[in-house]
C-alpha cells in the first residue's frame, strides 16, 4: 500500500511514518493503518490535492486483502510541502 500511496502522491513524496496494528470486529479480522506522508517539490499543492482527490476511489493491490476505509485526517503546509496524516483500514480477503 506504501508504495501505491507514493505512486499516486508522485514525486517527491516520502513517508515519514508508517504503523499498522491488528484490528477485528465480531465478522473480521484486518488491519489499522496510521501513516504521515511528507509531499514536498515546487509542485507539491498540485499533487497533494490531486492524492485527496483520488485517494478514496483508486484501486488499492493489496495481497490477501482489500481496503475498507482510507482518508485524510490532517494536513498541516510548511514552507518546504504538505504533511499528510492518513488513517486506512484493509480487511482480510478470504
Known amino acids: 500500500m506504501l508504495a501505491q500511496l507514493l505512486a499516486l502522491a508522485g514525486e517527491p513524496t516520502t513517508v515519514e511514518r ?3 496494528r ?3 470486529s465480531a465478522l473480521f479480522e484486518g488491519r489499522r493503518h496510521l501513516i504521515r ?3 514536498h517539490g515546487e509542485d507539491y499543492r498540485m ?3 490531486m492524492l485527496m482527490a483520488v485517494l ?3 484501486e488499492w493491490q493489496i495481497s490477501g486483502h482489500f481496503v475498507a476505509d482510507i482518508t485524510v485526517d490532517n494536513g498541516d ?3 518546504k510541502g504538505v504533511w499528510l496524516d492518513l488513517s486506512a483500514l484493509t ?3 478470504r
Do not use: G, K
Open 18 to 20: 508508517a504503523v499498522s
Open 22 to 24: 491488528p484490528w477485528a
Open 37 to 39: 506522508l511528507h509531499v
Open 47 to 49: 499533487r497533494s490535492l
Open 56 to 58: 478514496t476511489d483508486a
Open 77 to 79: 503546509v510548511d514552507n
Open 91 to 93: 480487511i482480510e480477503d
